[in-house]
């Protein structure tokens, strides 16, 4: 079972802190590997949460929020490393802590619909 002090949840954590940090300033160097790696693959990662999410669109999406499914979305999509319940239950629970009241149904829809329509087993 996992917990606040889980190496990988805090990595997560950590991971979704500079996404969002660099949302908003570019140029600032990254620091972390996964967050140049999905920075790296940002074009296909931003094309699945479009797809995910057709009536937001990635510029209507709220920063935390966007942060949230692009690492999750690296994860199932591109790592492929970790099963989709626990890459989805991971960033319901992130979006609980650090997205709004609505953050996490959302993201939790949206990776819904992208496991849906990319057939991924779960």
């Known amino acids: 079972m996992k917990t606040r002090k889980d190496p990988r949840h805090i990595e997560r954590i950590n991971t979704i802190q500079e996404l969002f940090a660099w949302e908003f300033s570019k140029e600032n ?3 972390l590997d996964s967050v140049s790696q999905i920075v790296k693959n940002l074009d296909e990662i931003d ?3 479009e797809k995910s999410a057709p009536k ?3 510029e209507k999406i709220n920063r935390m929020d966007l942060a949230i499914l692009r690492l999750a979305v690296y994860e199932l999509m591109i790592k492929k490393d970790n099963p989709p319940k626990v890459v989805v239950d991971e960033a319901v629970e992130i979006a609980k802590e650090y997205g709004s009241d609505s953050s996490s149904s959302f993201i939790n829809g949206a990776l819904g ?3 849906e329509d990319q057939k991924i087993p779960t």
């Open 29 to 31: 160097p990254i620091e």
């Open 47 to 49: 094309k699945y949460v």
């Open 56 to 58: 937001w669109g990635v």
């Open 113 to 115: 619909k992208l496991i």
